[in-house]
């Protein structure tokens, strides 16, 4: 599963789901741009663990949801490296609140990094991509988008809203060889999910078949196999990395 001369953009590539996916396609042979938005530390440490296995990686800072930083920062990455193959867009954040107490801007912040931010970065590379005739686009969804969570509406629907963004912009481009498919981890060990309180994480242990929370490593698995070759005929697909929580 070679992406030798193939070039990678990951949102959210600095930590977490996002950093093991960036270093993946780097081990595959892409070259990964990584995209980070608060912490140049976390960025750099991805740069230089792609160096130190031989690879390249250099990190770009957008915001996802700003459409005008994702088109100058995307035009870059390709005046850089003169294509783009390849997105991953996994840049996410929480804001969990029920319903009747959740703030307006927590709505807006959800819907705009999660879902706004992947239809920003999709339009800005499916020109280049159609030009090419060839792509390979992958958003990073989660089981929630599937099975709804109390207090968080917001990231559900974010989600779920991925899903509908998915299949149809799958349709739109798949006659360019271009496939566009989702990830939809279940509960993955990483910044986000690492302060949870001890009994919701042993609620959430109760309802996965396998007993044990899931690594970065094993969602990037799954990314690493819809980018490849193997997955030319595959589009507008889902898969479903929870240990069982889910079986869509
Ligand atoms: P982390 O919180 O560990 O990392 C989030 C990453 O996204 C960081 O690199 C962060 O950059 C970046 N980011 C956040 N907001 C923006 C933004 N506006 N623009 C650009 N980059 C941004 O998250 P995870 O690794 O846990 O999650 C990654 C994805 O996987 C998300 O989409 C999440 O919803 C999804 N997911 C995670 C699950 C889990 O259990 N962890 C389960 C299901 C889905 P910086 O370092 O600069 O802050």
């Not at 969804?141 to 629907?157: K, P």
């Not at 989600?159 to 006659?175: N, P, Q, V």
Request: neutral net charge; aromatic residues 6%; charged residues 20%.
């Amino acid at each position: 599963m070679s992406l030798d001369g193939k070039i990678a953009l990951v949102t959210g590539g600095s930590r977490g789901i996002g950093r093991a996916i960036a270093l993946r396609l780097a081990e595959m042979g892409a070259k990964v741009a990584i995209n980070y938005v608060s912490n140049p530390d976390a960025a750099q440490e991805v740069v230089g663990a792609i160096a130190a296995m031989g690879g390249e990686g250099r990190h770009y800072k957008f915001d996802v949801a700003d459409t005008s930083a994702v088109n100058d920062s995307i035009a870059k990455i390709i005046e850089d490296y003169g294509r783009l193959d390849i997105l991953v867009n996994n840049a996410g954040i929480t804001r969990d609140g029920l319903l009747m107490k959740m703030k307006e801007e927590n709505w807006d912040q959800v819907l705009d990094t999660n879902l706004k931010g992947a239809f920003n970065c999709i339009k800005a590379v499916t020109r280049p991509m159609m030009k090419q005739r060839w792509g390979r686009i992958v958003n990073i969804s989660s089981v929630i988008g599937f099975l709804g969570n109390a207090g968080q509406a917001n990231y559900a629907a974010a989600k779920a809203g991925l899903t509908g963004l998915t299949r149809s912009i799958a349709r739109e481009l798949a006659s360019r060889s271009i496939t566009v498919n989702g990830v939809a981890p279940g509960y993955i060990d990483t910044d986000m999910t690492r302060d949870l309180a001890e009994e919701v994480r042993a609620k959430v242990l109760g309802e996965i078949p396998m007993r044990s929370m899931g690594s970065a490593e094993d969602v990037a698995g799954a990314v690493a196999y819809l980018v490849s070759e193997d997955a030319r005929y595959i589009t507008g697909q889902f898969i479903h990395v929870n240990g069982g929580m889910f079986m869509g």
